[in-house]
């Protein structure tokens, strides 16, 4: 087993702190050379921002201190987050909210959070003043219903829903129509969690935005893709097909209080030019903060 | 690049470059190497994974006897084959049975990895190989966990151990075991709440549970979609609770799974079962061997026959073996096939177990067929007479229009199908082909040598 000791020990070695990392990466050194730049792709690597990406934004680094005669190492680390910060906040946008009914679906593979997205979600947007329905439309998982229903309570809003096992567009429909009833400023509509690769299920999902957009022309005007930030690399694949069968419009990304950095939301980003609209920060309520791009390249980076 | 070139593709890329060369040099055997690299971090196996997998391949590809070598492109192939067949493990692992019942295991792992749904698979699992299990309602925090795991429960018929979400994790786990004594089941199966693992508070709880109740297994629950992260997650939980082994859920997907490399490298402890989709019977023993081989596109057709023998029964699966061999059927047959397979899972779960089907191909094939078109075919074969069913050479144009309107579909629906049948043809003709290889050669060939 010397193999797997021994890449214990680099793993070990390798879980420290990116910021320590990247810290002692630039000013232990002297000078730019090409073992920094070496190091500078690992991290990116180690980062979930792909193979690609990373080489990509290394070069582009390169091509900075190259233009501007940096000689600095510890420069690099602003340019590097410049790079990445100017990715993401190409053709930014804020959550689409119109005037009179605006319709979010939530969309995502298993177990990513979107359920607790959703609950999050409400909670802000009825602090920010509105009146908020939500779809149970997780009609596949066991107790998915109860669990919406518990975050429903939690953020004092309403929920439209049928029984398990019903069709899912079919509960999009009430809730359409429930919320052009109650005069509901925001509908925000729960989707079965669903591997992008089904086609089955997809088409389910496509039902499901058909009879949205029928009900209520130029909804839904918001599709977020919920976006576990521990996912690697297959990320831009569910970007990809879910984009193609429910036109996603951004990403919510969750679960960065651990330890994963979620680095593939810029290659989703670079991509498929899908942004980033909310990142998921922990369990409470509160815990859904609208994306800084800023912050993220820091968190990064130290 | 494209999005779904798969590691299988990228091996194969990489070791186009070697195969027709007569002798390999050092530089060679680095080209290679980059790609390997490449492809394996593409796939999201852990830096570090990659970085002794590649050392490790090309210490033993730049020896002696494989420059010298013949085909020094196909040594270094099957070096890449052996270690990762290595690095996933050796034979597959069974659970720990307790030698006096009632034998206790554990899930544990992160959020949204998929324990709960595990809980009541591997539940149906074991209950198939003759276990009476109870399962425990450990998760006290989520909202509805414990409610998710009753329906479970209910959908399978299989008691569930709940003391609602006020009692500590530790009580219900003790009170679990009592039940299950005094009810004479003899396995317990314990849901526990998901967490980060950086989360002390509730790996403490872990911690308390694994003291309170002994279990014979604590299995982690590991996303096959998982990135660089899976080997802290996969270290700090064994670090923490000294994990026996390992389900990999969400392996259905189109992920490349480099994170059953990882934790496997970074645990050393054995991938037990793997979630192969959204029905309760979609878990299965995990293959290190069938895995690798799957990963390097060799295809998967023992998991293929397995399978085939557990839906199908035997007098059916003769005929269709023996139409399978002569390639001669026709629609009736085509028909009769459909519904069978039907019964052996999604397709594209299907044709992705066939050899030399890996990547481009597959893709092809799964845009050909889609799963609710199936209906569709049914409705167009049963519109047609025996006659037509027997000899679908003789479908031309007046016949094909009665049938589309006899089935509700368009012509051009019509003709597709009797396209896509002479596919089916051709894919059976090469599974007869690959069954006279395998009684010869005893073997596959890796799919590079062609």
């Known amino acids: ?302 | 690049m494209a999005l779904f070139e798969g590691l299988a593709d990228r091996l194969q890329n990489a070791f186009k470059k070697l195969k027709g060369k007569g002798k390999l040099d050092e530089s060679d055997v680095s080209e290679a190497m980059r790609e390997v690299r490449m492809a394996l971090l593409e796939a999201d196996v852990n830096f570090k994974v990659v970085k002794d997998f590649v050392n490790k391949v090309k210490e033993k590809s730049i020896g002696k006897e494989v420059l010298e070598s013949l085909t020094p492109g196909q040594q270094v192939i099957k070096i890449v084959n052996d270690e990762l067949t290595e690095l996933m493990g050796g034979a597959q692992a069974k659970i720990n049975l307790a030698p006096k019942p009632p034998t206790v295991v554990m899930l544990v792992g992160l959020q949204g990895a998929g324990k709960t749904t595990t809980v009541g698979k591997l539940a149906n699992l074991l209950r198939k190989q003759g276990r009476r299990p109870l399962l425990v309602a450990g998760d006290i925090y989520r909202p509805a966990a414990i409610k998710q795991l009753e329906v479970l429960g209910r959908q399978l018929d299989i008691p569930v151990f709940a003391m609602g979400d006020k009692q500590s994790p530790v009580d219900i786990a003790k009170g679990a075991l009592e039940s299950a004594q005094s009810k004479g089941l003899d396995l317990v199966i314990i849901d526990t709440a998901g967490r980060l693992h950086i989360n002390e508070e509730l790996m403490d709880e872990l911690k308390n549970i694994k003291a309170a109740v002994n279990p014979h297994e604590i299995l982690l629950v590991v996303d096959a979609m998982t990135g660089q992260d899976a080997v802290t997650v996969a270290d700090s939980f064994n670090k923490e609770l000294e994990i026996d082994g390992v389900i990999l859920t969400k392996l259905d997907g189109d992920t490349r799974g480099g994170a059953a490399l990882s934790v496997k490298a970074v645990t050393g402890k054995p991938i037990k079962f793997a979630g192969m989709g959204e029905k309760l019977d979609a878990l299965e023993p995990f293959h290190p061997d069938r895995m690798a081989s799957r990963i390097l596109g060799m295809g998967d057709v023992l998991s293929l026959i397995e399978k085939a023998q557990a839906n199908i029964d035997q007098e059916q699966a003769e005929k269709l073996q023996k139409k399978l061999r002569t390639a001669d059927f026709n629609l009736e047959d085509f028909l009769d096939q459909m519904q069978q397979m039907k019964k052996l899972g999604p397709l594209e779960q299907i044709l992705g177990m066939i050899p030399g089907l890996g990547g481009k191909k597959l893709k092809e094939l799964k845009d050909q067929i889609d799963e609710k078109e199936m209906a569709h075919i049914e409705a167009i074969i049963k519109s047609m007479t025996t006659e037509e069913r027997r000899n679908p050479e003789i479908i031309k144009g007046s016949r094909r229009k009665r049938i589309a309107q006899g089935s509700g579909t368009k012509v051009q629906d019509v003709n597709k199908l009797l396209k896509q049948f002479e596919q089916t043809r051709e894919m059976f003709k090469q599974f007869a082909g690959m069954e006279k290889k395998m009684k010869k050669g005893g073997g596959l060939k890796l799919p590079f040598f062609k």
């Open chain 1, 1 to 302: 087993m010397g193999f797997f000791s021994k890449l214990k020990e680099g793993l070990t070695k390798t879980s420290q702190n990116f910021v320590e990392k990247i810290e002692t990466l630039v000013t232990g050194r002297k000078h730019i050379d090409e073992e920094l730049y070496e190091e500078l792709e690992e991290i990116l690597i180690q980062a979930d921002v792909g193979v690609n990406t990373s080489m990509e934004l290394v070069e582009a680094v390169r091509k900075k201190v190259r233009e501007r005669k940096v000689e600095d190492p510890a420069e690099l680390k602003d340019i590097l987050q410049e790079e990445i910060s100017a990715i993401l906040d190409e053709g930014k946008s804020p959550l689409n909210l119109i005037e009179g009914l605006t319709v979010i679906v939530v969309v995502g593979v298993n177990g990513v959070g979107k359920t607790t997205t959703i609950g999050k979600l409400a909670n802000w947007l009825k602090e920010e003043g509105r009146k908020v329905l939500l779809a149970a439309g997780d009609t596949f998982r066991a107790a998915a219903i109860d669990q919406l229903e518990i975050w429903s309570n939690r953020a004092g809003v309403e929920v439209i829903k049928h029984n398990e096992g019903a069709d899912p567009a079919a509960v999009a429909y009430d809730a359409v129509q429930a919320a052009k009833a109650r005069k509901v400023d925001c509908l925000i509509v729960d989707t079965a969690g669903r591997l992008h690769t089904k086609t089955n299920l997809m088409e389910e999902l496509k039902k499901v935005k058909r009879v949205i957009e029928r009900e209520l022309p130029g909804a839904p005007h918001e599709v977020l893709l919920v976006l576990d930030a521990t996912t690697g690399q297959n990320a831009v694949s569910q970007a990809k097909l879910f984009g193609e069968a429910a036109g996603v419009t951004g990403i919510a990304l969750t679960k960065l209080d651990g330890t994963a950095k979620g680095g593939v939301v810029i290659s989703i980003k670079r991509e498929l030019n899908v942004p980033v609209k909310f990142i998921g920060v922990g369990e409470g309520m509160d815990d859904l903060r609208e994306f800084d791009s800023r912050d993220f390249a820091q968190a990064l980076f130290g």
